[in-house]
């Protein structure tokens, strides 16, 4: 029986044009697998939580250190006293825009009320968030950049949750430090105390030393040291302070005012918002 032999097909050779449109081709997949291998890993970066920087890390240390320290020293506690925290930063032009329609949000992502003033260099509102008011003002600017003034004051007329304090002063660090990562900070507790013996109460408590020391009339105001916080700055006798107490008393109403603040204080020394006596 005749069997036909099998015949090998013979393999095709592509053209020139042929080739030129395969290699493009292959380029082409080459390039939108490594467009998408890019865009994955952007968002998952996006995603994955942001380390905090170290102005972050003394801002909270010192803040949780503060609430304890003055909680059994004043009056109404803590959370009844009126807290102020204050960040500076020096940013680049239009960080102070940025920054209002980042902040000045309720939770939901509208935007709040707010007050301009100063020609817009002053921004000012209530946020209900940060059960407090939180003002925002540009001390300078040039060509390059912008310093900036961020304060969220709080009453004592609601109890202040510490939890809530901290995550206040969290998303506002976070928000700062986008356009500023080396941002400083300070802060400041202000109430009525019954103590007598206030300032050696918070000496023996956080194991300062006293750096510098003042008294005039019905005020008292120390400024001490201690390794138990992370801030510090270098005073005029060239050591360094971390912690101011100052104690007034009133001699309309016969009640002693106290105010702590680390660095030191920033402001009045006078309880102004604080709990009525």
Known sequence: MYIPAKSVPKKQRLTAKQRAKQTKAGILLALLVILISASWAIWQADRAPRDTTSAEQVLQHDLKALWEWSDDQLRSGSQGASWSIRWNATSKVGSMKELVQNLFVDEKGIASDK????????????????????????????????????????????????????????????????????????????????????????????????????????????????????????????KSANFQIALHKDTNSDNTELAIGIPVITGEYSVSKAESP
């Not at 007050?115 to 925002?136: C, D, F, H, M, R």
């Not at 900036?148 to 709080?154: A, G, P, W």
């Not at 949750?161 to 400041?188: N, R």
Request: without cysteine; hydrophobic residues 30%.
């Open 115 to 238: 007050i301009e003033q100063n020609e817009g260099k002053t921004v000012t509102g209530a946020l209900p968030k940060y059960s407090g008011k939180l003002t925002i003002s540009l001390v300078k600017s040039d060509s390059r950049n912008e310093e900036l003034m961020v304060v969220l004051e709080t009453g004592g007329s609601q109890p202040l949750d510490p939890k809530k304090l901290l995550q206040a002063t969290a998303d506002i660090s976070g928000q700062l430090v986008l356009f500023s990562p080396a941002f400083t900070s300070s802060m400041k507790v202000q109430g009525y105390t019954d103590h007598e013996q206030t300032i050696q109460r918070l000496t023996r408590l956080t194991d300062a030393r006293s750096v510098d020391r003042y008294e005039d009339g019905g005020t008292i105001s120390e400024t001490f040291y201690t390794r138990m916080l992370h801030s510090a700055i270098v005073v005029e006798n060239g």
